[in-house]
């Protein structure tokens, strides 16, 4: 019986050092409106700061110091996406269903290649590529 117990905490430790040690290791939050990707954010370089799209000036997504990325306000009438919370993790995704808008998190490895859709301005920065920004 202590074996046993012994050999479950021993894999419960195991697991979560790994998860703890993955965190969020060169997560990139990708935002779509319409199908289209909008912009790219390195959730590992990011600064902290409020932004939102061109088109969508009401929906604003928040960037925290702690890697993680979410929607701080929308004036869509439900506010799921508001209530998802903060994303940090490869495969998380939250969406603003009446706005057709979303974020995913991917790997850089799966982030969708380059593209003529992709409105990123090199000079601003990932974050102040588009829509309104500033740093907090």
Do not use: W
Request: net charge negative; glycine share 6%; charged share 25%.
């Amino acid at each position: 019986m202590l074996a046993a117990v012994a050999v479950v905490v021993s894999c419960a430790a195991f697991l979560a050092l790994k998860y703890a040690l993955r965190g969020n290791r060169g997560v990139i939050a990708e935002i779509y409106h319409k199908t289209r990707l909008v912009r790219r954010i390195d959730l590992r370089s990011a600064k902290e700061s409020v932004f939102s799209i061109p088109g969508l000036p009401n929906v604003i997504f928040r960037v925290s110091a702690d890697g993680s990325i979410a929607f701080e306000r929308s004036d869509c009438p439900d506010q799921i996406c508001v209530r998802s919370g903060k994303l940090s993790r490869r495969g998380q995704i939250a969406a603003c269903l009446p706005n057709d808008v979303y974020i995913r998190l991917v790997l850089p490895s799966e982030a969708v290649g380059d593209d003529d859709d992709i409105v990123l301005d090199e000079e601003a920065g990932p974050l102040e590529a588009a829509g309104n920004s500033y740093e907090i």
